[in-house]
């Protein structure tokens, strides 16, 4: 799978969020924050823990996520 195997290869599916999304907090750590587009509405976002070599998923849903939407 693209997320596991570069999980910081961009392409027009797979690139890290942008301002506060762009960082998550996961236990103790702050950590990079991605998205995968799965399928054309469908997302999963995860955070790079490089220390411990591990991916987390943050978020998977099925819709467009509203939090990246922009404001007009």
């Known amino acids: 799978m693209a997320i596991t195997s570069d999980p910081r290869h961009v392409d027009s599916r797979q690139h890290p ?6 960082t998550v907090k996961v236990g103790s750590e702050s950590l990079e ?3 995968y587009e799965a399928t054309s ?3 999963i976002w995860y955070a790079i823990d490089d220390e ?5 998923i943050t978020r998977a849903g099925t819709g467009h996520p509203k939090q990246t939407d922009r404001k007009r």
Request: net charge positive; aromatic share 12%.
């Open 52 to 56: 411990h070599r591990t991916l987390w």
């Open 17 to 22: 969020l942008k301002g506060g999304l762009g």
């Open 41 to 43: 509405g469908g997302r």
């Open 33 to 35: 924050q991605w998205q």
